[in-house]
């Protein structure tokens, strides 16, 4: 992670530790990382504006609005020709990912405004970012859409035709979850509740909150952080 100059932040994972009370890890992460967490202005909308509207979701989006206010998570210092750039290449990500899989006569529709906004982010940005997604869809479309293919076709019991010259289109986006995040805070120590099973219940946590982790790698993830004691 410390080789990348930012985290570029979905709403899924923000979300996510806001509903498990893990908003001071993140702080605490960000003062550790060399670079910033960033989001596009459409996860702001979806993840504190939108929200503070709604009493049911009032208090996660005040506690982030906070992190927000005081720069801990940012809208990137962008040129206007480089927003411009943004909307262009956030409209031509929609459109390679909203027809690169077609079943019968139809598109299937894979990616909103939003992720496709934060991974047009990431694709201005000169410096080595990477994309926080929690949602499985769009990392199995980035780092393996012919597995995406299959499962959907297991998913839906139909045929599913690919445009496989278009898979080439998203393996230059590198992603990370919520789940690797809250794994580099437990190596650093970053979370207050100073128990051997915190990492566990940090994993299945987050697993229920929308983070697309089977129970196979939480068991993985938790020998090998045996083995590193």
Known sequence: MTASKYLIFDSGPIINFALNGMLPMLEKLRKEFRGEFLITKEVKNEIIDYPLTIRKYELEAMQIKDLFDRNIIKHADITPEQVDLLREKREEIMSVANSIFRSKNDNIHL?????????????????????????????????????????????????????????????????????????????????????????????YGLKYKGCSISEQEINEIKKCKKLQR
């Open 111 to 203: 990616l909103d405004k939003g992720e496709c906004a934060t991974l047009a982010l990431c694709s201005i940005l000169k410096e080595p970012s990477l994309v926080v997604v929690d949602e499985r869809t769009t990392r199995m479309l980035c780092e393996n859409p012919e597995n995406l293919r299959k499962l959907m076709e297991k998913k839906l019991h139909v045929s599913i035709k690919a445009r496989r010259e278009d898979y080439e289109f998203f393996k230059k986006f590198k992603i990370i979850r919520s789940a690797e995040l809250a794994l580099i805070a437990c190596k650093r120590d970053l979370f207050d509740i100073k128990n051997p099973r915190i990492l566990e219940a940090v994993l």
